[in-house]
């Protein structure tokens, strides 16, 4: 395991968690600040400025980029990619095999999901695709292998069922696609 220069770690016992005894350390860059109750795997690979609330859970074959913000019980359940200056709120649930751009804010207790058809056929795991800059509302819901469009933003409590294109609102459920309003065309630009 390597952390990084200047970073705090409430339970150091839980970073490195050993899933498999052939996996690659877990690697972390300067700045972090890992709180109390926060799980990280091994073959984990997380940038620098990196933040957790408590009891997140980072699992295996997972890389995160710089300034990112896990927050509280945020689960990302593996085999992920997430860019840098992304901010995942309270209760996010990303599962595996999905890919989040950079500059990305996915609001408190938003839902990902990867899996169409649950138990009843046994079909391929495809998780969303967030491209950059996008910005999704607490509560909202994206349906297995859908894309969220670069600068696109999902309203509160949207149930995302098809691809959203860049510089759009989606809202509703299921998600309609509207003109991105004046007022949320400006791109985020987050820090950690």
């Given at each position: 395991m390597?952390?990084?220069?200047?970073?705090?770690?409430?339970?150091?016992?839980?970073v490195g968690?050993?899933?498999d005894?052939?996996a690659?350390?877990?690697v972390?860059?300067?700045?972090?600040?890992?709180?109390?109750?926060?799980?990280?795997?091994?073959?984990?690979?997380i940038?620098?400025?990196?933040?957790?609330g408590?009891?997140?859970?980072?699992?295996?074959?997972?890389?995160?980029?710089?300034?990112?913000?896990?927050?509280?019980n945020?689960?990302?359940d593996?085999r992920t990619?997430?860019?840098s200056?992304?901010?995942?709120?309270t209760g996010?649930?990303?599962?595996?095999?999905?890919?989040?751009?950079?500059?990305?804010?996915?609001?408190?207790?938003?839902?990902?999901?990867?899996?169409?058809?649950?138990?009843?056929?046994?079909?391929s795991?495809?998780?969303?695709?967030?491209?950059?800059?996008?910005?999704?509302?607490?509560?909202?819901t994206?349906?297995?292998?859908?894309?969220?469009?670069?600068?696109?933003?999902?309203?509160?409590?949207?149930?995302?069922?098809?691809?959203?294109?860049?510089?759009?609102?989606?809202?509703?459920?299921?998600?309609?696609?509207?003109?991105?309003?004046?007022e949320?065309r400006?791109?985020n630009?987050?820090?950690a």
């Amino acid at each position: 395991m390597s952390i990084g220069r200047d970073s705090s770690v409430d339970q150091p016992e839980l970073v490195g968690y050993v899933h498999d005894e052939d996996a690659q350390p877990t690697v972390i860059g300067d700045g972090a600040t890992i709180r109390a109750g926060t799980i990280v795997y091994t073959d984990v690979e997380i940038g620098s400025g990196f933040t957790t609330g408590h009891g997140a859970l980072i699992r295996e074959e997972t890389t995160i980029g710089d300034d990112v913000v896990v927050g509280s019980n945020v689960v990302i359940d593996g085999r992920t990619t997430i860019g840098s200056h992304v901010s995942l709120q309270t209760g996010v649930y990303i599962p595996t095999e999905t890919t989040i751009g950079n500059n990305v804010f996915v609001g408190p207790r938003a839902v990902l999901t990867n899996d169409p058809y649950p138990v009843r056929q046994d079909v391929s795991l495809e998780g969303p695709t967030i491209e950059s800059g996008v910005s999704i509302g607490a509560n909202a819901t994206l349906l297995p292998g859908v894309t969220v469009g670069e600068g696109a933003f999902v309203a509160a409590g949207a149930v995302v069922t098809d691809d959203v294109p860049p510089d759009t609102l989606a809202v509703g459920s299921p998600a309609e696609h509207r003109p991105l309003p004046d007022e949320l065309r400006e791109r985020n630009t987050l820090q950690a």
